[in-house]
């Protein structure tokens, strides 16, 4: 199942910090927010990090963005000793500051970003450390204010350099229904039964709505992301458990081997077959695979 995160923000701030305990794993299940979220990789090894089923590679001193309601997941060998922290927006308090922000997508991946624009990369890293460095001393009037100071100024640089408009929509966005059905298939994508249909007429919305707002909000249709979200555990499964194929694809919601099948090798290049003899191996010493 596909968490729904609650964000809890700091206290008089505008976004969640976290920062990660080195006495616990680097490993993080696959999740959704509705803010966007930045990373940065201070120390440790190579964390593979998981988006909508597409696997990237980080490495120590890389900062990356997760897109608003993007599924995520993170996993890295046990033995590192890591250092890695961040922010998830609070959305809410983003667009009320720029409403334009609705139609962000944040293109900050690391390495191909900083050699793209090295001066903005390395203001964003600026920042993040001058933000976690106030953080842990704790949040004060005097520090809040200076914690802001550099908050607002990452929000522009990410604005000017590592942000592309969505399409336009004459769609007025509802990410409130969004996010409701996003759950609601977290729990359900198992059932082949489950189609954008189904949950149409379970919301009392019409399939023409729910789609405009799957793809006002997530860039794709309610069934693309009923796909998405079977595919990805099936993965899981051909990574973790040794079971026929056949049993992958009726427990991940796919109406036959054959469906798996041709929607795996669509989205991935490979069979699954061919895609668990190639990578099973990596999850089985820490890794995540591709």
Do not use: C
């Amino acid at each position: 199942m596909i968490e729904h995160e609650n964000v809890q923000v700091v206290p008089r701030l505008p976004f969640k910090y976290y920062s990660h305990d080195p006495l616990t794993s680097i490993d993080v299940a696959p999740h959704w927010h509705q803010g966007i979220e930045l990373n940065y990789l201070v120390a440790g090894s190579t964390l593979k990090f998981v988006t909508d089923g597409q696997t990237r590679e980080y490495h120590p001193g890389d900062i990356w963005a997760v897109n608003r309601r993007v599924v995520h997941s993170a996993t890295g060998p046990s033995d590192a000793t890591w250092d890695e922290f961040g922010l998830i927006i609070d959305d809410d308090f983003l667009q009320s500051q720029l409403p334009e922000s609705v139609n962000w997508r944040i293109t900050l991946m690391g390495p191909k970003s900083q050699k793209a624009a090295p001066a903005a990369y390395e203001e964003i890293r600026m920042h993040l450390l001058a933000m976690h460095d106030l953080l842990t001393k704790g949040v004060t009037d005097v520090t809040r204010l200076a914690i802001l100071s550099h908050f607002y100024a990452l929000l522009v640089v990410l604005q000017v350099h590592f942000t592309v408009p969505l399409a336009a929509s004459d769609v007025n966005p509802n990410p409130s229904l969004t996010d409701t059905v996003m759950t609601a298939i977290s729990r359900s994508s198992a059932d082949p039964q489950l189609t954008g249909e189904t949950l149409a007429q379970q919301f009392h919305v019409s399939l023409t709505t729910l789609n405009q707002q799957f793809r006002v909000n997530l860039q794709m249709s309610v069934n693309r992301y009923i796909r998405l979200v079977r595919l990805m555990a099936a993965r899981k499964l051909l990574l973790e458990t040794t079971n026929t194929v056949a049993s992958v694809a009726d427990s991940s919601g796919f109406s036959s081997e054959k469906t798996l099948t041709r929607n795996f090798k669509a989205w991935k290049g490979l069979t699954p077959t061919e895609y668990r003899q190639a990578f099973a191996r990596y999850h089985k010493n820490g890794g995540n695979g591709l």
